[in-house]
């Protein structure tokens, strides 16, 4: 009687570990098919990835810059073109930040500068050529001025090479300064203006009227002392009335 009752027992166990077993294998079918509906109506949306190459065009039909993206974020090989198809910058993109060597190039064919990113950090960065506030490249150092190095800005010496340009940012006053290197001493930049314009200096080494060519202020002669004392403005006046027709016409 005893082992009668005892092999009851054991089976109604090994009956309900297999119920068990069963109701657990029907969840885990159940979540996975569940899984499976939502991957399909979003399209594997955040599951998978998507590699496309991305360009775009200048109005005459050049390739502006083509690169490859992952999801729509930059990832992997970048190029980018000035209007006339020549290369203007290359690099690459880990996911977003550009990671690596980039190389920008002169519209003349000739290496501006080069960088090295450490995942969207600049590691170091040498210049070749500068691009002014006017767009032209201006040349800085055959052999490269190097402006950052190990990720840390060099800091500006008497060894900064001619024709340097450094710019100043006041977070403060939200004002951008400008300052050129020129016999290892830095002065204030002033912006090119057009072929002819006229400003008169009243103070400084050299006071009187300047005129500006080719993208140079030159002195074009001492104030008289009537126009110093403010008497007689009437040279002062025809000069700029004479730029300002002939810029008119």
């Known amino acids: 009687m005893y082992i009668i009752c005892f092999l009851i027992v054991i089976w109604k166990r090994i009956r309900l570990r297999r119920i068990h077993r069963c109701w657990r294998a029907f969840a885990y079918a159940h979540f996975i098919q569940t899984l499976l509906l939502i991957l399909t109506l979003t399209n594997f949306s955040g599951f998978s ?23 729509g974020i930059p990832d992997g090989s970048y190029k980018s073109f000035y209007n006339d198809g020549k290369k203007w910058a290359v690099g690459n993109y880990n996911y ?20 090295i990113f450490d995942i969207g950090k600049v590691w170091t960065k040498k210049i070749f050529y500068q691009e002014y506030p006017d767009f032209t490249y201006q040349p800085i150092s055959k052999k490269g001025f190097i402006t950052v190095a190990d990720g840390t800005p060099v800091v500006l ?7 340097f340009l450094e710019q100043t940012y006041d977070e403060v006053m939200l004002h951008e300064d400008f300052f050129i290197w020129q016999n290892g001493q830095r002065k204030a930049y002033e912006f090119p203006k057009a072929d002819g314009t006229i400003e008169t200096i009243y103070s400084g080494p050299m006071p009187g009227i300047y005129e500006w060519k080719n993208k140079n202020k ?12 403010g008497k007689n403005n009437d040279a002062i006046l025809k000069l700029l009335k004479k730029f300002n027709t002939n810029k008119t016409e």
Do not use: H, W
């Open 49 to 71: 990835q998507t590699i496309k190459t991305r360009k775009n065009y200048y109005k005459n039909g050049q390739i502006q810059y083509i690169y490859t993206c992952n999801n």
């Open 96 to 115: 977003g930040k550009l990671d690596g060597n980039y190389t920008v190039f002169t519209n003349k064919g000739d290496t501006a500068y080069t960088m």
């Open 157 to 163: 010496d008497t060894n900064t090479p001619d024709g």
């Open 218 to 229: 030159s002195f074009v002669r001492p104030f008289t002392k009537e126009e110093q004392d």
